[in-house]
């Protein structure tokens, strides 16, 4: 890797920079879960086949990710994610103007097959401008934007779509989009290039035990959330009445409470390790989905129940790509890659398990699915704990 030590820049700014960007990622992928009643109201569709927005456009992210990840390891990170910002600004403002549900979903299949690249990126671009001392914070900082998505951007969304309609949504995310491209072609720096991934790359991963053991981590943690997640707004209005305001507080809480989460680790990851960190917030997580599947149908415990699970929902995956940068240092661009890629399996599975839940009215059972998917997470952090006297951080 080439460090940035010649560079002359406001260095300080680079990782808000990258933030910024994740952000606008995650609103581009979680815009839908938050306005699917818009959705299925303004383009004649079903509820579940709106969810099917995420389903598909998660697949499309899963394949994407590692694919873009080897084609473009040779490029510049200045221009392979201020163009990765360019296209999701431009596909979000097209998305405002589809005239049916089938345009929508070709517009987020071509978005998210190019927006794949930005999360794992950043992340790895992040970790060429810092020294290997800051580099577990820093990485969480970026990620930071994820949590923001969630805790600004979902808020938003519902609140924009409840009163003026899905495509200004779609509007309002393309203008973010413009603002973000413009911010990281005037912060990062050129010159930045990553390890090349080649075929070998893949294997030397497949050949580590503990990648494989994170990765199905990942899987896990987030097929379970999805399960409920996708269908977090209309579960509320179905099981408590919620009215949409109500779904943007809970949405809320989520994103809220995500940040407050993520700012913790960011601030103890160094100190603790990662290990303990992720397994931390795997707890965390797991008490929030029990709280969700045991009150079902009571909107105070629900919501409170949401926040709790917002605490490790972001951590988790923040670690998630720490751990992975840790295990195996050159071949971080393409870890994180594969982490991204089988994020995104984990939310097609749970969403596709969540639309066939909902479908069949089967609402409490939701909770109970993501519990079994998070539960079973956790056995697998508790099996990754580093052996005595291994480095604090890369485990």
Known sequence: MKPLEDVHVGRSFVPTSLMLGNILTGCSVLAPAGMLMELSQGLDVSVRDGGLLITFGAVMLCIGSPMTAWMTSRIDRRTLLTTTLA?????????????????????????????????????????????????????????????????????????????????????????????????????????????????????????????????????????????????MGPLLTKLTGASADAVGLVFALYGIFGFVGVAIATRIVDSWGAYNTSLLFTVIMLTGVTGWALSAGIYPLMACSVAIWGLGFASTNSMQ????????????????????????????????????????????????????????????????????GSPALPN
């Open 87 to 231: 296209v999701l600004a431009l596909t979000n403002l097209a998305s405002a103007l589809a005239p049916d549900y089938m345009t929508l979903l070709i517009t987020r299949l071509i978005m998210l097959a190019i927006g794949a690249l930005y999360t794992p990126q950043a992340a790895g671009t992040a970790a060429l401008i810092v020294p290997p001392e800051k580099r577990g914070s820093t990485i969480a900082y970026v990620f930071l934007g994820w949590s923001l998505a969630a805790a600004v951007g979902l808020p938003l969304i519902t609140f924009i779509a409840s009163r003026y309609g899905w495509r200004a949504v779609y509007g309002s995310i393309g203008l973010l989009g413009c603002v973000s491209f413009l911010l990281l072609a005037w912060r990062l720096p050129r010159g930045l290039i990553g390890s090349p991934v080649v075929l070998k790359t893949w294997v030397d991963l497949a050949r580590n035990r503990m990648i494989v053991l994170l990765l199905l981590i990942t899987t896990l943690q987030m097929s379970g959330q999805f399960v409920v997640f996708t269908f």
């Open 321 to 388: 790509q720490v751990r992975l940068v840790g295990a195996a240092p050159a071949l971080a661009s393409a870890s994180v890659s594969l982490n991204t890629s089988v994020l995104y399996i984990g939310q097609a599975v749970g969403s596709a398990i969540g639309a066939v839940l909902y479908a069949r009215d089967l609402l409490h059972g939701t909770g109970y699915v993501a519990m079994g998917f998070v539960a079973l997470a956790l056995t697998i952090v508790a099996m990754t704990k580093p052996r005595h």
